[in-house]
């Protein structure tokens, strides 16, 4: 600590023990190490584990946590990701015969998309969408 011949102002004192309390509490039941090659320098971060459609962002300060982000607009990452094994979000490119929607195909392939029945598409798979063949009877034809 310092010492100083002034007295501490209360919100300088406060403002000083609540930094205090955050680095204290930054306490990490598992640690993740990673060393960057280039540079050889080894960090220290707080484990997590992020829920479907979070990507981990590493720490870049020793013995702070690693944190749980939403994946960027248009990307998505479909399982669970933690701090040992980081997967990326990813974009999906919708086949041309569907359409892109919010959630998940609950057949087929999993992919953000479904076939697109405006431009007379059909199927549960938006893997697999069949053009409808539509039977038109001429009328005065036997």
């Not at 919708?94 to 999993?110: A, H, I, Q």
């Not at 992919?111 to 431009?119: G, L, T």
Request: proline share 8%.
């Amino acid at each position: 600590m310092f010492i100083t011949s002034k007295p501490l102002n209360g919100m300088k004192f406060i403002a000083g023990l609540f930094l205090v309390f955050i680095c204290m509490s930054e306490s990490c039941d598992r640690v993740v190490e990673r060393t960057d090659f280039l540079t050889e320098k080894t960090t220290s971060c707080c484990f997590v584990e992020c829920q479907p459609n979070f990507y981990v962002r590493r720490c870049e300060v020793n013995n702070t946590a690693d944190r749980c982000e939403p994946c960027p607009p248009g990307s998505l990452l479909l399982d669970p990701t933690n701090s040992y094994f980081p997967f990326p979000c990813r974009r999906y490119d919708c086949p041309p015969e569907t359409r892109r929607v919010n959630s998940l195909s609950k057949t087929g392939c999993r992919i953000p998309c479904e076939c697109d029945e405006s431009r007379g598409y059909s199927g549960a798979d938006p893997c697999l969408c069949r053009r409808r063949v539509l039977n038109r009877k001429k009328e005065g034809m036997v």
